[in-house]
């Protein structure tokens, strides 16, 4: 009974990961769009005092632009949002792709290569220049500043 339900546990653990529910109330949940396209009809159109349109222009023109711009985000979300979406799908598969594939690879490759080199350049460093360094130290460790302040 319990290798029964330890197997049914891993086959439900092990469902495709792909499916998720998605929250169709919240369908910002990161919040990566909260301040670049609330636009509303006071963000874009305002009279200043003194110049006033009729009263019924202006509510016509509110209810105008509010659904006008609700209806055609729905009409061009139908119309390109699956297309567009199976781009951007394809786009980030193909840089997934690329990173999985080739750039970490690459990275890789390059550390252990450089690695190589770095015992190379850090063995000619000390053969060479400590030598160098230690005689110019001991040139120069003789050298005696004073000062003297003159009145």
């Not at 009974?1 to 330890?6: D, F, K, P, V």
């Not at 197997?7 to 990161?30: A, C, F, M, Y």
């Not at 202006?58 to 297309?83: D, Q």
Request: aromatic share 12%; proline share 3%; glycine share 2%.
């Amino acid at each position: 009974m319990a290798e029964e339900r330890s197997e049914l546990d891993e086959r439900i653990i092990s469902k495709d990961q792909h499916i998720k529910e998605i929250d169709l109330v919240n369908r910002d949940p990161k919040h990566i769009n909260e301040d670049v396209v609330k636009v509303d009809f006071e963000d874009v159109i305002a009279e200043p005092v003194g110049t006033y349109s009729f009263d019924g222009v202006w509510k016509t023109s509110y209810t105008t632009f509010t659904v006008s711009k609700y209806w055609c985000y729905r009409l061009l979300s139908a119309v390109l949002g699956i297309p567009l979406a199976v781009v951007w799908g394809f786009l980030f598969a193909l840089i997934s792709f690329c990173h999985i594939w080739a750039v970490v690879p690459c990275i890789k490759s390059y550390l252990i290569e450089i690695q190589c080199v770095s015992r190379i350049y850090s063995l000619c460093i000390h053969t060479f220049c400590d030598p160098l360094f230690e005689a110019l130290s001991k040139i120069c460790s003789n050298i005696r500043v004073a000062v003297r302040k003159e009145t």
